[in-house]
């Protein structure tokens, strides 16, 4: 019966390492901009304050999605689709009189011009 129901555990990621950090382990910070950090554990806080990079340490995430260790979900923006352009009448102008004016010929167009 235990067997149905799976416990769900809080977890938060670490902000250095990206590893999980499971409930009563990790070490808090807040810079001075008021962000808060979050470090899996002693080890990965010196790191960060020391100024070395995630990206250069193998066992970190980071580094591990750089040299393609790791399988990156692939998130494509949605397809839109397109909107067709709406004419609408202009004060004097009928959306058939409009309509018409656009699907005249470019020679009939300059003939009209010419005459006027």
């Not at 670490?14 to 009563?24: A, D, H, N, Q, V």
């Not at 202009?90 to 004016?101: K, N, P, T, V, Y």
Request: proline share 2%; net charge positive.
């Amino acid at each position: 019966r235990s067997a149905d129901y799976t416990m769900v555990i809080k977890t938060e990621t670490c902000f250095y390492s990206e590893l999980k950090i499971y409930p009563g382990h990790g070490m808090r910070f807040v810079r001075k901009d008021g962000k808060l950090l979050v470090f899996l554990n002693q080890k990965v806080r010196s790191l960060h304050f020391q100024g070395i990079k995630s990206q250069k340490l193998t066992w970190s995430q980071q580094w591990r999605r750089i040299n393609k260790k790791v399988k990156v979900d692939n998130v494509q923006k949605k397809r839109r689709n397109k909107t067709g352009k709406v004419y609408k009448a202009i004060a004097g102008l009928s959306i058939e009189d409009i309509r018409q004016r656009r699907n005249i010929d470019p020679a009939v167009r300059k003939q009209q011009r010419e005459s006027a």
